[in-house]
């Protein structure tokens, strides 16, 4: 079955610093994995997704994401944080481009000022 | 713009009653969702539906059934509710072409007392 592992629940960053949130994940074939942003009191918005082919995919508003199939990993970054950034961050992984999508628990990104 | 909505956007209700859940699309996506946001879980699927009238269970559709009747309506049911059931209830939608992603409604949320 597959799964997804988001190790931290909450990360603070001052504003400006750089980013990275971790996420690892399961899965026995070919993983379409992505990142969405939920913003307070709003829906899931993606923020960037992975399809077999370059390993580093870039997204909306700065953000990037590393795939590592040795490390399983799909670890989330921007190199300086915004305040806007404050939200939760969501990744997921689909073994069929996204029909089905396994989330992992968030992360809580929080800036300080 | 494409556009999930859901209605209505809070609820609440008493242990035992009924309760229905809208949810709208105006981009024509044959495939549409239901799942719950509960702290520390991320989403879980309730529900799938590929078209009208075809719908599948999800990971957790224990005490919800679902109706689909038009392509841009898709309905989540709870008969009786239970006070468990209360969270945060999402809706989603994603063609059924190429590479694309899942698109998220505002949510619901629902307190069953």
């Known amino acids: 079955a597959q799964s997804v592992t988001q190790p931290d629940a909450r990360v603070t960053v001052s504003e400006g610093a750089s980013l990275q949130l971790r996420c690892k994940y399961s899965?026995?074939?070919?993983?379409?994995l992505f990142w969405y942003v939920q913003y307070p009191r709003q829906g899931l918005q993606l923020l960037l997704k992975?399809?077999?082919?370059?390993?580093v995919v870039q997204g909306v508003n700065g953000f990037e994401a590393e795939f590592s199939k040795s490390n399983s990993s799909f670890h989330l970054r921007k190199a300086s944080v915004h305040w806007s950034d404050w939200a939760v961050y969501f990744c997921?992984?689909?073994?069929?481009?996204?029909?089905?999508?396994?989330f992992g628990t968030g992360t809580s990104l929080l800036v300080d000022p | 713009d494409m556009k999930v909505t859901q209605m209505p956007r809070y609820l609440i209700k008493r242990m035992g009653e009924n309760v229905l859940l809208e949810c709208g699309q105006d981009m024509s996506h044959e495939t549409m969702y239901w799942y719950r946001q509960d702290p520390g879980l991320g989403l879980q699927l309730i529900y799938i539906?590929?078209?009208?009238?075809?719908?599948s269970e999800g990971d957790i559709p224990k005490g919800y059934r679902v109706s689909r009747k038009k392509r841009e309506h898709f309905s989540l049911i709870l008969d009786s509710a239970k006070t468990n059931q209360t969270s945060v209830y999402f809706c989603a939608s994603r063609p059924n072409r190429g590479r694309d992603t899942q698109y998220f409604g505002p949510g619901t949320r629902l307190l069953v007392l």
């Open positions: 899965y026995f074939g070919t993983p379409y």
């Open positions: 992975y399809y077999p082919g370059d390993p």
């Open positions: 997921a992984v689909s073994g069929n481009m996204g029909y089905k999508l396994t």
């Open positions: 539906s590929y078209d009208v009238d075809s719908n």
